[in-house]
């Protein structure tokens, strides 16, 4: 995870050079967004195949703006439909999942490129019982400005939870600045 988060400094830092200081957008104000991709759970369970599907959700934020660098802060809600089954019986699956976290990005012309951290929480249903797990996310993306208040955004996250469960996700969304 140490790597992860150097990797994601280094490519910030090379991303904030004086060459790219063109005319930058405006990122500052509150936002929503729709997004959906692919989730994959890896429950740390030795030879049981990880549950994977599909993430979709709703997210709020605000973000501040100094010169290039924008400072925000975003919360999420997101469901997968992520499912270990055995046979045609449902094992277990994932249900909801709580974000709140920060972000801090560099502004390049209508692009914003960014990193992100925060706390997740997720709830597992299997039939040994359900359960939260509690966990830290990082994640790196990419948002661009489509027009004035329209947005489009990829990430990748990474979440690491309690009893060595991490999460895999790569999303796209859509947005809207207010």
Do not use: C, W
């Not at 967004?33 to 709703?58: A, E, H, K, Q, W």
């Not at 934020?61 to 975003?74: I, R």
Request: a neutral charge; proline letters at 2%; charged letters at 20%.
């Amino acid at each position: 995870m140490k790597k992860i988060a150097l990797a994601l400094a280094a490519a910030l830092a090379t991303v904030a050079t004086p060459a790219l200081a063109q005319d930058t957008e405006d990122f500052s104000g509150a936002k929503a967004s729709v997004l959906t991709g692919y989730d994959v759970v890896d429950l740390n369970t030795p030879g049981v195949r990880n549950p994977d599907g599909l993430i979709y959700g709703l997210g709020l934020g605000y973000d501040v703006q100094k010169g290039s660098t924008v400072f925000g802060v975003e919360a999420e809600v997101s469901d997968s439909t992520a499912r270990l089954k055995a046979g045609a019986a449902t094992v277990a699956e994932t249900s909801r999942d709580l974000y709140i976290g920060g972000r801090v990005g560099v502004v390049a012309g209508k692009t914003l490129i960014y990193a992100k951290a925060g706390y997740s929480n997720f709830r597992l249903l299997s039939i040994a019982g359900n359960g939260n797990a509690d966990g830290f996310r990082l994640g790196a993306g990419v948002e661009h400005k489509l027009g004035e208040k329209v947005f489009a955004k990829v990430e990748y996250r990474y979440t690491d939870y309690e009893a060595g469960v991490t999460r895999h996700q790569g999303v796209a969304g859509i947005g809207l600045r207010f």
